[in-house]
Nanobody, 118 residues
Framework: QVQLQESGPGLVKPSQTLSLTCTVS??????????WNWIRQPPGKGLEWMGV???????DYSPSLKSRTSISRDTSKNQFSLQLRSVTPEDTAVYYC??????????WGQGTLVTVSS
């Protein structure tokens, strides 16, 4: 079974860049059957899809976040990463990395809370 683990700072200052990494074990991020997402959930709100990186390394982003978001990968470490630029307190959320099959997240990391505050 694939396991995913998010890592990164839990506190980011406004205007800075939020950077998170997802380490995948039990399966390869280059497996063409799957894609890899970042999803977040602000306190008291619903889930928000942020973007995806496919097995071939191509990416797609939420239109509302596209100008501030980048997703990349390191295949040698079986990791993929999220960068969210110019953060504000509204970016405070639990951030999840997920494995996607047929456009549906099927495996999730435990999530990591990132707070944007000075």
């Amino acid at each position: 079974q694939v396991q995913l683990q998010e890592s990164g700072p839990g506190l980011v200052k406004p205007s800075q860049t939020l950077s998170l990494t997802c380490t995948v074990s039990g399966g390869s991020i280059t497996n063409s059957n799957y894609a890899w997402n970042w999803i977040r959930q602000p306190p008291g709100k619903g889930l928000e899809w942020m973007g995806v990186i496919a097995a071939d390394g191509s990416t797609d982003y939420s239109p509302s976040l596209k100008s501030r978001t980048s997703i990349s990968r390191d295949t040698s470490k079986n990791q993929f990463s999220l960068q969210l630029r110019s953060v504000t307190p509204e970016d405070t959320a639990v951030y999840y990395c997920t494995k996607q099959s047929y456009r549906v997240p099927v495996d999730w990391g435990q999530g990591t809370l990132v707070t944007v505050s000075s």
